[in-house]
């Protein structure tokens, strides 16, 4: 419990004027009220207040108050969830989430991340780009080594996610493009992988990197789908006037050659080689017996990746060698 009930927090969470201060209707009685109001004429606060104070009072806003601004919506949101760690002398490091502490005191906008989760050019919050904002990443993430709150949280708070990302998006600044779309998104493919990039903004260009390195406008622009025959890291960034290049987006690809699998007799006698091929590609099966003279014996298309090759007359020789060319 101490990982978040922190001395430097009270120990107890929520119990405190500004998460307090706001109507509630209790089942008991059916009344709507003032909880601050409520616990004072229950006698439950000591010393008891003066009530007509409590206008003046700091309070918060729910994510599902639209009748509140962004900013509050989503710095109460913040302090709920995140001002128990992140505040000084918390075990949170770099800003400080209490709603009452000035948002140009929060160290929070425009504050570069202490970790980058290889995002370039990371900050807390970047104005008007939801993909370098670290907050809003480790909010829209489940993975355990990611997210935040670290604890006590399995899923995605879609809601939250939504009004501190048009939080974000509603900052003064520059607006950045959303990062282009790799697909396939990487993985493991034999003798050749097709790609394509797709930006979401249609007046965006795309350019690439084959290195892992960031791309820029002198880097390989995207027109046409590409081909990729070798093991490498594919790099994309979208670029156009008026925005900050997107964030990049990256994907590892690795190609395998084409190879022959398992072989064997079939009950026929004939010679059985199963080949690791691309889907829909025509290739020829050669033989050769000195490895000098090749001679062809079928054309076969791959219906999948994984596809047999047949010499029936391998009965016939002491010896063969087998070659599968691409046609």
């Not at 009950?267 to 000195?290: D, E, H, K, R």
Request: aromatic content about 8%; charged content about 10%.
């Amino acid at each position: 419990c101490l990982t978040c009930h922190t001395p430097q927090s009270g120990y107890v969470l929520g119990i405190n004027t500004r998460q307090l201060n706001g109507s509630m209707t209790y089942p008991a009685t059916g009344n709507s009220d003032n909880q601050l109001r409520t616990l004072n004429r229950l006698g439950l606060l000591n010393p008891a207040f003066n009530e007509t104070n409590i206008a003046s009072l700091t309070k918060m806003f729910a994510l599902t108050n639209t009748g509140a601004s962004l900013e509050l919506r989503a710095r109460s949101y913040l302090d709920a969830n995140c001002a128990q760690c992140h505040r000084p002398g918390g075990v949170g490091i770099t800003f400080d989430a209490r709603f009452d502490t000035p948002l140009a005191s929060q160290n929070l906008v425009g504050t570069l991340a202490s970790s980058s989760l290889g995002i370039d050019n990371a900050h807390i919050v970047q104005s008007r780009d939801i993909w370098r904002s670290v907050l809003h990443v480790r909010m829209n993430t489940a993975t355990n080594i990611y997210k935040m709150p670290p604890l006590a949280r399995s899923l995605i708070d879609a809601n939250a996610v939504q009004v501190v990302g048009d939080w974000i998006n509603s900052l003064a600044g520059t607006p950045a493009l959303a990062p282009p779309v790799i697909a396939p998104p990487g993985g493991t493919f034999t003798s050749l992988a097709n790609v394509t990039l797709a930006a979401p903004d249609t007046n965006a260009a795309i350019y690439f990197t084959f290195d892992n390195s960031l791309p820029t406008t002198n880097s390989f622009s995207y027109a046409a789908p590409l081909s990729l025959t070798s093991n490498l890291t594919l790099t994309a960034s979208a670029f156009a006037t008026g925005y900050v290049n997107s964030v990049t987006a990256s994907a590892i690809f690795t190609i395998q050659p084409m190879q022959f699998t398992t072989l064997g007799f079939a009950t026929n006698g004939g010679f059985q080689l199963n080949f690791l091929g691309v889907p829909g590609q025509t290739y020829i099966l050669q033989a050769s017996t000195n490895l000098i003279n090749w001679l062809p014996l079928n054309t076969n298309v791959a219906m999948t990746n994984l596809f047999q090759l047949i010499d029936p007359s391998a009965s016939n020789y002491s010896r063969r060698f087998y070659r599968a060319l691409k046609q």
